[in-house]
C-alpha cells in the first residue's frame, strides 16, 4: 500500500519509491530494508493491474529506468485498505506477545532482567524516535504527517508503563513460579483441574 500512496502522489521509479520511503520514515512502519521488496512489490502490483508502466526513462549513462503510475483501480484499492485497516482491528501476531507467553520458560530473576534490558532498549528508542518527530514539527511539517509517528510513541509509552508494573511485581515476588509450581499447574491442566 506504501508504494500505491507513494504512486498516487505522482508517477515515480522504484528507486525513488525506495528513497521516499526511507526518507519520510515509513521504513519503520514498513518492511523495505531491501530495494528488492519494492521491485517484488511492483511486480505483484503490475499483475493485479493496479500499477501501470508509465514511460520509461533512458539518461545517457545511466541505467534505464522505468517509472509507474497508479490505476484507477489500484487508486480504490489503497482507499479502501485504508479504511478498512483504520477501522477494523486485525489480529496480528508480533513477537513479544507470543514470548511473553513462554516467559514461565525463564526463571523469574532472568525474565526480569531481560525485561528490564527491554525498557532500557525501548526507552532509548522512543528518545531518539520523539527528538525526530519534535524537530519535523519544528521544521514545520504538519501534524496529519506524523500520527503515525504519534502512535508509535503512545504504543511504545503504554508498553513501557506495563513493563514496569511487570517488573515491580517480578522484583517484589507477587509474580513468581518455579519448575515444580509449573509441573503441578500443567498436571491439573492435563487432567481438567483447570478451566
Do not use: C
Not at 523495505?32 to 526513462?57: D, G, K
Not at 508480533?94 to 525498557?119: C, G, Q
Amino acid at each position: 500500500m506504501v508504494v500505491l500512496a507513494l504512486l498516487a502522489e505522482a508517477p515515480m521509479h522504484a528507486y525513488r519509491m525506495h528513497e521516499l520511503i526511507k526518507e519520510r520514515g515509513k521504513d519503520s512502519v514498513v518492511n523495505v530494508a531491501q530495494r528488492n521488496s519494492v521491485y517484488q512489490t511492483i511486480a505483484r502490483l503490475l499483475r493485479a493491474r493496479l500499477i501501470r508502466v508509465h514511460e520509461t526513462e533512458r539518461a545517457e549513462g545511466r541505467p534505464e529506468r522505468v517509472v509507474y503510475h497508479i490505476t484507477d483501480d489500484g487508486a480504490a484499492a489503497l482507499r479502501a485498505w485504508v479504511a478498512d485497516v483504520l477501522a477494523v482491528p486485525a489480529r496480528e501476531f508480533p513477537l513479544f506477545p507470543a514470548a511473553l507467553s513462554f516467559l514461565v520458560l525463564l526463571p523469574p530473576n532472568d525474565a526480569r532482567r531481560r525485561l528490564e534490558a527491554r525498557v532500557a532498549a525501548l526507552e532509548a528508542q522512543l528518545g531518539t524516535a520523539e527528538a525526530v518527530t519534535t524537530a519535523a514539527r519544528a521544521s514545520g511539517l504538519p501534524r496529519l504527517f506524523l500520527v503515525e509517528d504519534e502512535y508509535r510513541h503512545a504504543m511504545v509509552r503504554a508498553e513501557l508503563a506495563w513493563l514496569r508494573d511487570l517488573i515491580d511485581d517480578l522484583r517484589s515476588r507477587r509474580l513468581t513460579w518455579s519448575k515444580e509450581w509449573v509441573r503441578k499447574v500443567a498436571a491439573a491442566m492435563a487432567g481438567g483441574g483447570h478451566r
